[in-house]
C-alpha cells in the first residue's frame, strides 16, 4: 500500500491580485489529482528558525508520491507555475 505524501511549500506573495488567480485555479486542479489542503496560509508560530524564518505556508496531503508528481508535471500546472513564479517566491518539497 502506498503512502501518502505531504507537499510543502513556503510562499512570499509579491502580486496578492495576481497570485490570487493562480490560488483560484490550483487547489480545483490539486483536488483533481487526489490532493487535499491541510493547511493554506494562516498564523505562524515559529517555534525554531535555525535554518529559515517561514512566510506563508501551504500543506497538501496526497495519495502517494506518484499522484503528487503527476499533478506537478501536468499540463495544466506548468501553465498556473508560470503565474505563482512571476508574482511570489516560494520554496517546496514532498
Do not use: H, Q
Not at 21 to 26: D, E, F, I, L, P
Not at 56 to 75: G, H, I, P, T
Amino acid at each position: 500500500m502506498a503512502k501518502p505524501v505531504y507537499l510543502v511549500v513556503d510562499v512570499k506573495i509579491d502580486d496578492l491580485e495576481a497570485y490570487g488567480k493562480y490560488k483560484g485555479k490550483v487547489k480545483p486542479l490539486i483536488e483533481s489529482y487526489g490532493g487535499e489542503y491541510l493547511s493554506r496560509g494562516g498564523e505562524i508560530n515559529v517555534l525554531e528558525n535555525a535554518l529559515w524564518e517561514p512566510t506563508r505556508m501551504v500543506l497538501v496531503k496526497f495519495l502517494d508520491k506518484e499522484s503528487a508528481m503527476n499533478w506537478y508535471n501536468c499540463e495544466e500546472y506548468l501553465a498556473l507555475k508560470k503565474i505563482r513564479i512571476d508574482n511570489a517566491t516560494s520554496t517546496s518539497f514532498l
